[in-house]
C-alpha cells in the first residue's frame, strides 16, 4: 500500500439509482490501474444470484421482515467475501450496497475494523430529481432486475423501491468516522478525516468525474524516421507515410469527431508534427513523452539484444516491472500518467490524443480496465485510431486502420 499498512474498506452509501456503482468502479479502476489488488462486492448481484432478479418493490420494504433478513443475508454474504479477500492478498475492497441505515453502517465497520482495515464511506446524495429520473431510465429500468418488463411498469416499480429505501435512510454523520459525500455529481463534495496521500488521490480523482458520455480518441503518431528504421526512443521527425497519415487523421477527425475536440500530444516532433494538419489548438504533455529508454534510447531491439543481453533478458522476463538503465518502466509511465487521467476524467468534450506506443498502452489499460500488467502487450499499430467509448459501466472499443501503410504497422520488430 502506497502510504499505510492498513487495508481500506471503501463502503458505499445511497439511495437506489444515485451512481453508487458506477463511482466504486471508477474508484475500483482507478486503484487496479495505480497497481493496487482492489475488487467491488456488489451486493445486488449477490441478490440477484441467491434470490433471483425479480423482486417486487415490497421486498425493499423495511417494514418487510422477510425480505429485509434476506436482504442482511446477501448483504452479510458479500460482506464475507470481501474481508475474505483483503485477508487473502487483496489491498483494497468497495462494498457497493445501499447501506442507507446507521445501523448497517455499524454493523459493517465493525467487522471491518475487527480486521484491522481503515473504513472510508462513500456517500452518493443526489438532490436533481432530473439527474435520478435519468438514471433510472438509463440504467434501472435496463437493468437485469426488470428484464422482459415494460420500461413504465420498471420505472413505478423503481420510484417505490427508491420510496422504502427513502424512508429509513440515514446520512453519514460524523461520529461514523471517515467520510466524503459526493453531492450532485460531484458538484459539491464534503470530506470528513480524509487523511493521507491516498485517500487524498482519490478525493481528488472523484473531484473530476463526471457521467457526460463522450469518446476518446487514441492514436500513435505518424511513422517516425526512427520507426522506419526499428530504433526506439529519440526525437525523430515524421516520415513520408508519417505524414500522408497526418493528413488522412485529420481527414477522419473533421468527419467523425468533429471540431470540438481536445487535441493532446506529448512533447516530441513527431506527435506534434502529427497534429499540425488538423489545424486545431493542442496540448502538448511532457507526461505524455514515450517511455524513456535511458541508455538504450535510439537504439534497435536488436542492438539492446547483442550489446546488452542481460538487459534484453530481464525485460523479456518482466516488461512491466523493467526499467531500462537511467529510463523507465512500464509501471513508472503509468505513475506519471496520473495528472493525464484526471484531466481526462475531468473533460466533457471528446478528447483525442496522438501518443507513443507505451504511453497509450497505459492509457488504454485505464480505460479499458485492463491489468496494467497486461498493458505491455496491448496492440497499439501505428495509422490506427482507436475510439473509446465509455459506457455506463465500461467502455466499448473501435479500431479504425488509415491509409498509408507504415513500414512495420504492428510493430513486428517489437522488443521483449
Ligand atoms: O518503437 C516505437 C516505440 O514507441 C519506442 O519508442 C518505445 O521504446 C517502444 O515503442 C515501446 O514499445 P515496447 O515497450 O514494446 O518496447
Same mark, same amino acid.
Given at each position: 500500500m502506497a502510504d499505510s499498512t492498513r487495508k481500506l474498506a471503501f463502503v458505499m452509501v445511497g439511495l437506489p439509482a444515485r451512481g453508487k456503482t458506477f463511482i466504486a468502479r471508477k474508484i475500483a479502476r482507478y486503484l487496479s490501474w495505480l497497481g493496487h489488488r482492489t475488487m467491488v462486492f456488489n451486493v445486488g448481484s449477490y441478490r440477484r444470484e441467491r434470490l433471483g432478479s425479480r423482486q417486487h418493490h415490497s421486498f425493499f420494504d423495511p417494514r418487510n421482515d422477510a425480505g429485509q433478513a434476506a436482504r442482511r443475508d446477501v448483504a452479510l454474504a458479500a460482506l464475507d467475501d470481501m474481508l475474505s479477500f483483503l485477508r487473502e492478498g487483496g489491498d483494497i475492497a468497495i462494498y457497493d450496497a445501499t447501506n442507507n441505515t446507521r445501523e448497517r453502517r455499524?454493523?459493517?465497520?465493525?467487522?471491518?475494523?475487527?480486521?484491522? &482495515?481503515?473504513?472510508?464511506?462513500?456517500?452518493?446524495?443526489?438532490?436533481?430529481?432530473?439527474?435520478?429520473?435519468?438514471?433510472?431510465?438509463?440504467?434501472?429500468?435496463?437493468?437485469?432486475?426488470?428484464?422482459?418488463?415494460?420500461?413504465?411498469?420498471?420505472?413505478?416499480?423503481?420510484?417505490?423501491?427508491?420510496?422504502?429505501?427513502?424512508?429509513?435512510?440515514?446520512?453519514?454523520?460524523?461520529?461514523?468516522?471517515?467520510?466524503?459525500?459526493?453531492?450532485?455529481?460531484?458538484?459539491?463534495?464534503?470530506?470528513?478525516?480524509?487523511?493521507?496521500?491516498?485517500?487524498?488521490?482519490?478525493?481528488?480523482?472523484?473531484?473530476? &468525474?463526471?457521467?457526460?458520455?463522450?469518446?476518446?480518441?487514441?492514436?500513435?503518431?505518424?511513422?517516425?524516421?526512427?520507426?522506419? &528504421?526499428?530504433?526506439?526512443?529519440?526525437?525523430?521527425? &515524421?516520415?513520408?507515410?508519417?505524414?500522408?497519415?497526418?493528413?488522412?487523421?485529420?481527414?477522419?477527425?473533421?468527419?467523425?469527431?468533429?471540431?470540438?475536440?481536445?487535441?493532446?500530444?506529448s512533447t516530441l516532433r513527431r506527435t506534434i508534427e502529427t497534429a499540425e494538419a488538423l489545424g486545431l489548438p493542442t496540448r502538448a504533455w511532457r507526461a505524455l513523452d514515450e517511455i524513456d529508454a535511458g541508455v538504450c534510447d535510439a537504439m534497435t531491439y536488436e542492438e539492446i539484444a547483442d550489446g546488452m543481453p542481460q538487459e534484453y533478458e530481464a525485460r523479456q522476463a518482466d516488461k512491466f516491472r523493467y526499467r531500462y538503465p537511467r529510463g523507465e518502466s512500464y509501471?513508472?509511465?503509468?505513475?506519471?500518467?496520473?495528472?493525464?487521467?484526471?484531466?481526462?476524467?475531468?473533460?466533457?468534450?471528446?478528447?483525442?490524443?496522438?501518443?507513443?506506443?507505451?504511453?497509450?498502452?497505459?492509457?488504454?489499460?485505464?480505460?479499458?480496465?485492463?491489468?496494467?500488467?497486461?498493458?505491455?502487450?496491448?496492440?497499439i499499430p501505428l495509422h490506427t485510431i482507436l475510439e473509446l467509448e465509455p459506457t455506463a459501466y465500461g467502455c466499448d472499443e473501435r479500431r479504425i486502420d488509415l491509409p498509408p501503410t507504415p513500414v512495420d504497422p504492428e510493430g513486428f520488430r517489437q522488443g521483449p
Open positions: 455499524a454493523l459493517v465497520r465493525a467487522r471491518c475494523e475487527d480486521e484491522g &482495515l481503515e473504513v472510508v464511506f462513500v456517500e452518493s446524495i443526489c438532490n436533481d430529481p432530473a439527474l435520478v429520473e435519468e438514471n433510472i431510465r438509463a440504467n434501472k429500468a435496463r437493468s437485469p432486475d426488470y428484464e422482459g418488463v415494460p420500461e413504465e411498469e420498471a420505472v413505478r416499480d423503481f420510484r417505490m423501491r427508491i420510496a422504502h429505501y427513502e424512508s429509513a435512510y440515514e446520512e453519514v454523520g460524523e461520529d461514523e468516522g471517515h467520510f466524503v459525500k459526493i453531492i450532485d455529481v460531484g458538484r459539491t463534495l464534503v470530506l470528513h478525516r480524509i487523511e493521507g496521500y491516498l485517500l487524498a488521490r482519490v478525493v481528488h480523482y472523484l473531484l473530476n &468525474l463526471h457521467v457526460q458520455p463522450r469518446s476518446v480518441w487514441l492514436t500513435r503518431h505518424g511513422e517516425s524516421e526512427f520507426n522506419v &528504421l526499428g530504433r526506439i526512443g529519440g526525437d525523430s521527425p &515524421l516520415s513520408e507515410a508519417g505524414r500522408g497519415y497526418a493528413r488522412t487523421l485529420a481527414g477522419v477527425a473533421r468527419e467523425r469527431i468533429g471540431p470540438d475536440v481536445v487535441v493532446w500530444t509501471q513508472d509511465v503509468i505513475q506519471r500518467l496520473e495528472p493525464v487521467i484526471f484531466e481526462l476524467e475531468r473533460e466533457r468534450r471528446p478528447v483525442l490524443v496522438i501518443g507513443h506506443q507505451a504511453v497509450l498502452r497505459a492509457l488504454y489499460a485505464y480505460m479499458m480496465d485492463r491489468p496494467p500488467n497486461e498493458c505491455p502487450y496491448v496492440s
